[in-house]
Structures are given as C-alpha cells and as structure tokens.
C-alpha cells in the first residue's frame, strides 16, 4: 500500500497537471479515484482502525492539494480558464468520494484541498477585472497569501472566452503588501511545503482499537492438525 498507491497516485497528478485530451484528462481522475477506492478496500479488509486510515487519507490529500496548487503556480498553462474548468471538474470526483466514505474514513480529507479549490474558483470566475482586492481575500481565496495570489492573477489566461484577468488596481495593491511583507521570508515564499506528513500517537490507536471476544471461536483446521498450534485448543 505505502509503495505502489502513491507511485501511482504521483504519475496521475503529474499527468493531470499537463495537457492532454478531454477523455484521457477524465481517464486520469478516474484512475485517481480507482486508487483511493482500492486502498479504502485495503484497509477495510485488513481491519485497520479508521482513525489511522482517516491520517492515510488525509495525507494523500495533503499531497494532492500541494502537487496541483504548486503546478498551477509553476506552468502558466496550468493557470488558463478551461484547466480550471477540469480541474474544478475532478475536485468534484474527490468530493464525491469523500461522501461516499464518509466521515469515518475520510474525516477532514476535503479540508486539505483547500488551497487548490480557491485557486480554481478564482479560474473559473467570471469578470475578473469587476473584482475589488477585498473579494477576493475575503470571498474568493480567503487561505491564500498575497503572494500567491498575485501569481495567480498575473499569470492567468482564458483560452476559452478570452476574458481579462483582475483590474491593474487590484494588481497595485497586491505589489504594495508584498512590498510591505519583503522582510519576511516565510511570506516572500508562494509555494506550498511539499512535506504533507499527518503526525499521529500511539495513543490515538489505542484509543480507537475496539476489544473483541474471540473466545467462540474456532482456528482454522490447517492449524489444529499442526502440532505448533496445539495451544489454540486449549
């Protein structure tokens, strides 16, 4: 599960990050979902307390959320109208997918996408250039720093309607705060830390492991008739 999952996971995010075709953009969420629905299974199956698999799944989000937000400020192409259209498309896949595993496996999964569902939804808008700096801060993307909105809004292109990006007011306003903020280097930085590691205790394992009475029941023949297993009868 640690090996495969997230090669695969990785291959499907640098691919959606890329361009390519409508259908074979939808077979990379697809495959996505496909992943997550098989390490679900994995888990289930192996009994393993949903609290540990709710960190799991917390993590690959985390990982997801880093590997599209980087890439939407890294590629300009990532940062046009209709990317954001699909990738607005597929965050709806993953949300879809949270629901259907509910709370007890997903549990805060969706908030660790938060950064690239704001970014998206600045995409997708219409009529940028109408939007004042405090909607977009306020109401749009409220989790993004200043610097990383500015490279949004400077890099975004509508291939689609080829509608304009936010006002040159807006713009001003943004080089003023991160004129302001250039003696922070945390804040200088636009880029989110690749490290999406969940901590959790031994505590918060124990805590969720559920005692069973096994006393009913009976070993498996294949280890009654070897003599090492003598004790299961006891």
């Not at 691919?15 to 679900?40: A, C, P, V, Y």
């Not at 994995?42 to 698999?53: K, Y």
């Not at 939407?72 to 940062?79: F, I, T």
């Not at 700096?133 to 500015?150: N, T």
Request: charged share 20%.
């Amino acid at each position: 599960v640690n090996h495969k999952a997230p090669r695969t996971m990785k291959a499907s995010m640098l691919r959606i990050s890329g361009r390519s075709s409508g259908q074979t953009q939808s077979n990379h969420w697809q495959k996505i979902i496909e992943n997550l629905d098989i390490l679900l299974k994995i888990l289930q199956d192996n009994h393993v307390p949903p609290v540990l698999a709710q960190k799991i799944f917390t993590q690959i989000f985390s990982y997801i959320n880093v590997q599209l937000f980087n890439s939407l400020l890294l590629r300009r192409e990532c940062c046009s109208f209709s990317n954001g259209e699909y990738v607005k498309a597929g965050l709806a896949e993953l949300e879809l997918w949270c629901a259907k595993a509910t709370s007890e496996y997903a549990a805060s999964s969706w908030d660790e996408i938060r950064h690239i569902r704001q970014a998206v939804g600045f995409l997708v808008i219409f009529q940028k250039f109408r939007i004042s700096y405090d909607e977009i801060v306020h109401d749009l993307c409220p989790i993004l720093s200043v610097q990383q909105l500015y490279r949004i809004c400077t890099q975004y292109w509508d291939d689609k309607y080829n509608t304009q990006s936010v006002s040159s007011d807006v713009l001003s306003n943004m080089r003023v705060l991160m004129t302001e903020d250039s003696n922070n280097a945390e804040s200088s930085s636009f880029l989110l830390d690749d490290n999406s590691s969940i901590p959790f205790s031994v505590e918060d394992i124990t805590n969720a492991i559920q005692e069973k009475d096994f006393s009913d029941v009976k070993p498996a023949e294949e280890l009654l008739e070897n003599p090492a297993f003598q004790f299961l009868q006891d």
